[in-house]
């Protein structure tokens, strides 16, 4: 299967690895998922059409359960039929191939009807999640120059409205509830418009490398970046919930994250879809006892979750266990922060089940490291899944560019993947140079400082930059500081991630103020809400100290390390505690 290669970068690794080491059978991958031409195909088609065309539309694809404690189902026939009058609907409006298509809103059956529908006409879905406020919402579509927006009316209302005059190319949002009022220009219901739309099956014919999902991560610096995976992706989706969760067909599976993440679309819609199982979508937010209780009576077989949430389930703990059984619940997996040896023993505990961890970032798309069945060591990340090689690197100086492999365990380096597998990111949209810095040769350079033990299984060390994880959230420093740089009485900003127990990290601003301003409790009430307003709660900073002064590079960066380790009273001069 010709898998594109990433980039054309002069660099190349000082230590090539083999070409060839790892024998991704790909191939084989696309022969069981149906695809006649590896060349060609649509995920959305491999994801549901498939399953419909081979006789097994009548399976369960989703099953919502509302806040209420009502629930509905969608089978694949639906989600197959729905999905075509979406399609219909947004080719009536002039959308088209290659034209994204944003979602801001709740898990319900409306999203993934949109995603699936705007796939098949070859348009690119780029998730946002629900909790952003204006300014995410704002940079992300503009990047992209996205041209539909699908919502709700109180999202819109609040989130978008103020920020519409600043996003040209948005031509259509359609407001999957009642908008109530009179509606603006431009703006479409979504039920009107599937029910004038045409019911017949669309497959606009895309190429295997077209572009399919665009999912924003963060940096250190500048603007969010928009990576950019293409049809094929599913490959690995499959693959990946085949051997790293244990998707079995037939299976009843949760996966707990949003899909405005990448984790709620790739584990969320398409992986699940792709092996044919049964996913709950629980519409409501996390609450410890409802989702035990959801475990247990929706009779769940496989669990893939996150480090907060387990870490506020163990929070909860005494209530939890009492008088509940899980029978059915066969594994677990989680993804996105360190999952400690405790916490995978408290899943044998409580569920008669370890946790299982994994590894990947948005830039990967799919699991890339994990602890598979039968193969766990608890506190490890695990060890590459099949058709995955990884590495543990160092960055040489000279030439630029390079990197080292390190070959003996246990020692500290970044970890690097060779390129080739098929959910690689194809882009940063827009950000050639941000792209190319990311690769030294044939391998991929994923910023996370890493070790690898004698028996091949990876253990996360930390990262190699300033981004902050919190509750699973990839947080960009800049995007904080840029926004609390945006006040009046605001000088300068620095912003760092501080441990935190329930949520991995916090976000933590440093500012400065600008001359004749005062620091004081209400000033610093007004910086938190205005935070809060522009970023959204999951991005606005927690906490807000005021500094005369904060400490910079020659250059004249801010220095975040510094700023954290006087936070956490660790010596100045030593960087590598700070990891
Ligand atoms: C970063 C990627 C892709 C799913 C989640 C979020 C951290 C991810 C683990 C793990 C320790 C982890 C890394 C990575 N991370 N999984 N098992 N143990 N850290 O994707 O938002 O792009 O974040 O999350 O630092 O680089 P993302």
Redesign the pocket.
């Known amino acids: 299967m010709p898998v594109h290669h990433p980039c054309d970068t002069p660099a190349s690794a000082s230590s090539s690895p083999q070409p060839g080491a790892v024998s991704p059978d790909w191939a084989a991958i696309a022969h069981e998922l149906e695809i006649a031409d590896e060349r060609a195909f649509n995920m959305a088609w491999v994801a549901v059409d498939r399953h419909v065309a081979a006789g097994r539309g009548a399976r369960i694809a989703f099953r919502f359960l509302a806040e209420d404690g009502s629930h509905h189902e969608v089978s694949y026939r639906q989600l197959a039929e729905l999905s075509d009058r979406f399609a219909n609907a947004l080719t009536a409006l002039g959308v088209g191939k290659g034209d994204s298509v944003f979602l801001l809103c709740g898990r319900r059956c409306e999203l993934y009807v949109t995603v699936l529908g705007a796939l098949k006409i070859g348009a690119v879905v780029s998730p946002l999640f629900p909790v952003f406020g204006p300014e995410p919402i704002r940079n992300r579509v503009a990047q992209a120059g996205g041209k539909v927006l699908v919502t709700t009316a109180s999202a819109y209302r609040r989130k978008v409205a103020p920020i519409r005059a600043e996003l040209p190319t948005l031509r259509h949002v359609l407001v999957i509830d009642d908008l109530g009022g009179a509606p603006l220009p431009e703006m479409h219901d979504w039920n009107t418009l599937m029910a004038a739309a045409s019911a017949a099956p669309v497959l606009v014919p895309t190429a295997a490398d077209d572009p399919a999902l665009l ?1 924003f ?2 940096g250190t610096t500048g603007t969010p970046k928009g ?1 950019l995976h293409v049809h094929q992706a599913i490959l690995m989706h499959y693959a990946t919930a085949r051997r790293a969760l244990d998707l079995q067909p037939g299976d009843i599976f949760w996966c707990t ?1 949003d899909p405005g ?3 709620g679309m ?1 584990y969320g819609i398409l992986a699940p879809l792709a092996v044919g199982v049964t996913s709950i979508v629980d519409e409501a937010e996390f609450d410890a006892l409802r989702w035990v209780a959801t475990l247990a009576a929706e009779r769940i077989n496989v669990w893939y979750t ?2 907060t949430a387990v870490r506020m389930l163990m929070k909860a703990r005494p209530a939890l266990v009492a008088g509940r059984s899980f029978p059915a619940l066969r594994f677990i997996a ?6 400690n040896a405790e916490a995978v023993r408290w899943g044998m505990a409580t569920f008669g089940r370890p946790i299982h ?8 798309g799919g ?1 890339m ?1 994990a602890n598979a069945a039968g193969e766990l060591k608890p506190g490890a ?2 060890r590459p899944v099949p058709g995955v090689a990884a590495h543990v690197v160092r960055r040489a100086g000279e030439p630029k560019g390079t990197v080292e492999i390190i070959e003996a365990p246990d020692t500290v380096g970044e ?1 690097a993947l060779e390129t080739g597998w098929p959910s690689m990111f194809r882009a940063y949209l827009g950000q050639p140079e941000r792209y190319r810095a990311c690769f030294a040769g044939p391998l991929y350079l ?3 400082l890493v070790r690898r033990d004698a028996d091949g299984f990876f253990w ?1 060390v ?2 190699s930059d300033d ?1 902050i ?1 919190s509750a ?3 947080i960009g420093p800049f995007e904080v500081e840029r926004v609390l740089m945006a006040h009046p009485a605001v000088a300068e900003a620095g912003v760092i991630g501080k441990p935190d127990p329930l949520a991995g990290e916090s976000i933590k601003a440093f500012v400065t103020l600008k001359r004749d301003v005062e620091a004081s409790e209400a000033l610093r009430a007004e910086l938190l809400a205005h935070a809060r307003r522009s970023l959204g709660p999951a991005v606005a900073p927690r906490e807000i100290a005021f500094a005369e002064a904060l400490p910079h590079t020659r250059s004249g960066k801010i220095m975040r390390r510094l700023l954290k380790a006087r936070e956490l009273g660790l010596p100045e001069g030593d960087s590598s505690t700070l990891e």
């Open positions: 999912h991560t963060s990576a994250a993440w990448v984790t790739s996150a480090p989680s993804v996105g922060e360190p999952l961890d994994t590894w990947w970032q948005t830039e990967t699991i490291i990340m695990g970890l994923s910023g996370d996360f930390g990262r981004v994880k699973g959230h990839l």
